[in-house]
């Protein structure tokens, strides 16, 4: 079945240190990706999305993302983390051959930034 | 511009009671429409999503209806709540047959009690 894999539930990094969120998918082709945030209590942001082209995409806030389809991942990184990116971040996919948009979403992992 | 409304943002309800969460798009037509629940430490989980007018699709089986009376109106219901309803509930919308993201409102906080 088609899924998509956040295996770190919690990462907490300092401010200014650089950061890697990890996302892998489980699919026969290349889908839609996606990553969102979460600050508490509110809905999700989109921070970028890869559809085709060139496999490493920016985003807003300073976050990009590189799809490597021998690796089924697309992992999310910034340079340099603020204290303001404290939030809930998931990595999201759709597969365009079922017919529909709908996204399927991995667990989520929690970004804890420390001083 | 696109923007979706969600209501109410927080919610106490007995068990046993009704739900109605009520979500709408303003700046498109014909989106597809998503409920989705997020419970603590399992992300994300599809409940239903509708591609047009009375087109309900749901997920996983559930103590949930979901209702389309118009284009841009999505409506999730309970006649009887249960304690495991409990959850942040998300509506979103994304533009039928493009390559696009889904556009999340900002959730109803539901608790049963």
């Known amino acids: 079945a088609q899924s998509v894999t956040q295996p770190d539930i919690h990462i907490t990094v300092s401010e200014g240190a650089s950061l890697e969120l990890r996302c892998n998918y489980s699919y026969g082709a290349t889908p839609y990706l996606f990553w969102y945030v979460q600050s508490p209590g509110q809905g999700l942001q989109l921070l970028l999305k890869?559809?085709?082209?060139?496999?490493l995409v920016q985003g807003i806030k300073g976050f990009e993302a590189e799809f490597k389809r021998s690796q089924s991942s697309f992992n999310l990184r910034k340079p340099s983390v603020h204290w303001s990116d404290a939030a809930e971040y998931f990595c999201?996919?759709?597969?365009?051959?079922?017919?529909?948009?709908?996204?399927?979403f991995g667990t989520g992992t929690r970004l804890t930034i420390i001083p | 511009s696109q923007t979706i409304h969600q209501w109410p943002a927080t919610l106490v309800q007995p068990v046993g009671s009704p739900l109605s969460l009520e979500c709408t798009v303003e700046?498109?037509?014909?989106?597809?429409l998503y409920w989705y629940r997020q419970a603590a430490g399992r992300g994300l989980q599809l409940l239903f999503y509708s591609v047009g007018i009375g087109q309900i699709s749901s997920e996983v089986p559930q103590n949930l209806s979901a209702s389309r009376p118009q284009d841009r109106q999505f409506i999730l219901s309970s006649k009887k709540l249960l304690l495991s309803d409990s959850g942040f509930y998300l509506c979103?919308?994304?533009?039928?047959?493009?390559?696009?993201?889904?556009?999340f409102g900002q959730g109803t906080r539901l608790t049963v009690v």
């Open positions: 999201a996919v759709a597969f365009p051959n079922f017919g529909n948009e709908k996204l399927t």
């Open positions: 890869y559809f085709s082209g060139d496999t």
């Open positions: 979103a919308w994304s533009v039928r047959r493009q390559n696009t993201e889904a556009f």
């Open positions: 700046g498109t037509s014909n989106p597809n």
